[in-house]
């Protein structure tokens, strides 16, 4: 089956591109929180335990 290339106009590639790139910072967003989440609980938890401890002391 041979493919064949569609031509786009500036318009048609111009909403596919600001499609492309909203979803791309979209993922990037979504990534940053993952990981701003995940530095939170693995490093906020513990620091927050030992201040915890120092201030109240038990």
Sequence with gaps: MRRTETVMTYDQWERRFK???KKTIRKKLNRA???LILFLLMGGLP????AHW???GY
């Design 19 to 21: 499609k492309a790139l």
């Design 47 to 50: 620091l927050g335990m030992i």
């Design 54 to 56: 120092l201030i109240v």
């Design 33 to 35: 929180l993952q990981y």
